[in-house]
């Protein structure tokens, strides 16, 4: 049965950007598409499938409190997504690989309210660096 108390809760989750803890981020999602070709092979009535090229997307958000986003450009730049809860089998970091935005928000504000900013982007790879492995 699974224990409760080892299942991650992403508060404990973190963003670092080229090395740097991004502490106003609060949401990083990233995943890997691969495109597969579809075949069609002689004395088969299946169609087979073979592995393509991949693409790798993705987007983090948080509080604007710099103005690094606008600095960087479209400059490529590495992010390491940690998880980390202290009741969970361990930690988690994944490596994304040549990141580049998308688009860079320049403004987007409203008066009495936080200001939020949302990067969504592309990556060219990814590394595994600590995996969490159940006991």
Same mark, same amino acid.
């Given at each position: ?44 009535? !299946? ?9 790798? *997307?993705? $987007?983090?958000? &948080? #509080? ?44 987007? !504000? ?9 990067? *969504?982007? $592309?990556?060219? &790879? #990814?590394?595994?660096?600590d995996p969490?492995?159940?006991?």
């Open positions: 049965m699974l224990d409760a108390s080892r299942v991650i809760l992403g508060t404990y989750g973190q963003a670092y950007i080229d090395g740097v803890w991004q502490t106003h981020i609060n949401k990083l999602e990233a995943s890997v598409e691969l495109e597969k070709r579809e075949l069609n092979l002689v004395g088969s009535d !299946w169609k087979v499938h073979k592995n393509g090229i991949k693409k790798g *997307t993705g $987007t983090m958000s &948080g #509080y604007k409190v710099t103005s690094d986003m606008i600095q960087r450009g479209f400059t490529k730049f590495d992010i390491i997504s940690k998880l980390d809860d202290p009741e969970s089998f361990g930690h988690e970091r994944v490596r994304l690989i040549n990141c580049m935005p998308d688009k860079i928000q320049l403004a987007n !504000w409203t008066a009495g309210e936080e200001v939020q900013e949302e990067t *969504t982007f $592309t990556f060219e &790879g #990814y590394e595994l660096v969490i492995v159940g006991n």
